[in-house]
């Protein structure tokens, strides 16, 4: 991870936990149908943050050592985790994760691979896991298709700081290829979405950390644009965001 990378969301860690999307339980079902994952296996979560991802597969039933370099976001995964048994917090990177070598049955990251220095991280991923073992980088990637979904992009690239130069899809499905060739990698697609009132919407716009915040410049114009297509859109005072969840599995 580049140093900025573990540190832009300490401010924004609450509305992370409360507006960021889940992701469908379908993704666990699918790795223990065709990737032999069961509980008595060990995963990682790379990049966990608040622990949306390791909710996932602790909720599951699954041990799941989550490795987080910000110390906010990984306090809040401790609150929010600590009572689930096979839950372990620890401080570390993608491309340092502390953790020992071919310990690991899988590797996870959830909206995280995107922030990881690659040639690193694949060495890293490699020393961890266990012969054998894979590794599942999960996103969930905003639909922009329909006319609500087309504006609301074009507010997010209107008003966010970089959010062109750091949004997760520019890292396509030839940069992950590479990652695991010569492996071959396979593309799963959920789908996914949340249902927002005003306030709602506003909290997912702010959980960016591309995004201005209250205290900075851009604020009370964004809020007043995001207050008018809300407005535009809304059908029984909510609005909908779609998601495709994507899920690239493979070994290295």
Known sequence: MTSNSTTRFSNRVDDYVKYRP???????????????????????????????????FLTAGYKVIAVEPNLE?????????????????????????????????????????????????????????????????????????????????????KHGKDYVKVDHRNIDKEHIGAFFAPEPVKLEVFQNKQIFDFDGSAGRLLSSSYMPTKDETGYESMMTDLKNLFNKYQ??????????????????
């Open 73 to 157: 976001m990984r306090k809040k995964s401790i609150e929010l985790l600590n009572l689930f048994p096979g839950f372990k917090a620890i401080n570390g990177t993608a491309e340092n994760t502390c953790l020992e070598s071919g310990s690991l049955d899988a590797v996870i990251a959830g909206q995280a691979f995107h922030w990881f220095d690659a040639i690193k991280t694949r060495a890293e991923f490699k020393r961890i896991l266990k012969p054998g073992g894979f590794v599942a980088l999960i996103w969930n990637e905003r639909k922009t298709e329909s006319d609500f979904e087309k504006e609301y992009d074009q507010l997010i690239i």
């Open 22 to 56: 889940h992701y469908p339980k379908t993704i666990v079902e699918f790795l223990e149908d065709n990737y032999d994952l069961s509980r008595d296996k060990l995963i990682a979560d790379i990049g966990a943050g608040t622990g949306i991802s390791t909710a996932l």
């Open 235 to 252: 059908q029984n005072d909510v609005i909908t965001i779609n998601y495709d969840t994507k899920l690239y599995v493979g070994k290295l």
